[in-house]
């Protein structure tokens, strides 16, 4: 299977001497096309560190990150990130984030619409997503109007919406219940494969481990197999 992510030797340090602390210590992860994986390990462990790197929005200090074949960073950044990132990578956050004025099929059109896709074209990109997270119905509600289920789910549309080959979520679901958290990652997990995108989710809710292709875990700033 065709690699999308390979990243290799990663370090990150915060702080100098003794008071520094390492957050990623030689770090190589892979990411398959379409694979779905989970990232465990307890808090201070580095993967929002790890995410960060990887979605090139903090560079490591040293290692080697190729997406799709294509160098990123290698001691340093070797493309323009910004554009790189705005038409290959996605993120998720913890809270949804999403903008307040505007509605769900609108918050999930605006990074379309930014690639200066037309608007009717966004406009159907945007309602098939909705629908692929069952949320079509709700596509002219504001986010105040949402459950935060719903939000979460307008949020990781909205990071699909320009055909990411990564996506990146750091503890997308641990705001909501079991159950939706559950049925928030299994959509992910289908949306991904449909598409082929790689997804690498932080998540400490163990309860949906099985809906992953894999799970890797991190600790003291190295990461491992689970
Ligand atoms: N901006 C920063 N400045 C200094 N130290 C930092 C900074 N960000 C993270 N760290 C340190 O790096 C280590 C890894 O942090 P990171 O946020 O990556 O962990 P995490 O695995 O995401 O934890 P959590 O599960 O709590 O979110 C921690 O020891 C943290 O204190
Ligand atoms: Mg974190």
């Known amino acids: 299977m065709k ?15 003794d008071t520094g602390v390492t957050a990623m210590d030689n770090v190589a992860i892979s990411l398959d096309t379409g694979e779905v994986v989970a990232l465990l390990g307890p808090s201070g462990a580095g993967k ?12 490591p200090d040293s290692g080697r990150i190729v997406i799709d074949g294509t160098v990123v960073f290698d001691n340093g950044y070797k493309t323009d990130v910004r554009a790189f990132r705005r038409s290959n990578i996605g993120f998720v956050f913890q ?19 930014l ?11 945007a309602m098939e997503l ?8 709700r596509q002219g509600f504001k986010p105040s109007e949402l459950s935060g289920g719903q939000q979460q789910r307008v949020a990781i549309a909205r990071a699909l919406a320009n055909c990411p080959k990564l996506l990146f979520a750091d503890e ?42 894999r799970i890797l875990r991190m600790e003291d700033g190295k990461i491992g197999e689970k």
């Open 95 to 113: 809270k949804a984030n999403l903008l307040p004025f505007l509605t769900a099929r609108e918050n999930v059109q605006l990074p379309m619409e």
């Open 48 to 59: 929002s560190t790890l995410l960060t790197a990887l979605g090139l929005i903090r560079p």
């Open 3 to 17: 690699q999308a992510l390979l990243a290799e030797n990663l370090c990150k340090r915060y702080g100098r001497g």
């Open 172 to 213: 997308p679901t641990a705001a909501l219940d079991s159950v939706m958290g559950r049925k928030v990652m299994e959509m992910m997990k289908r949306v991904a494969h449909d598409f082929q995108t790689s997804v690498l989710v932080v998540t400490h809710d163990t309860r949906a481990l099985d809906v992953f292709d």
């Open 115 to 125: 690639d200066d896709i037309s608007g009717g074209k966004s406009r159907r990109r």
């Open 130 to 137: 909705l629908e692929q997270f069952g949320m079509e119905n």
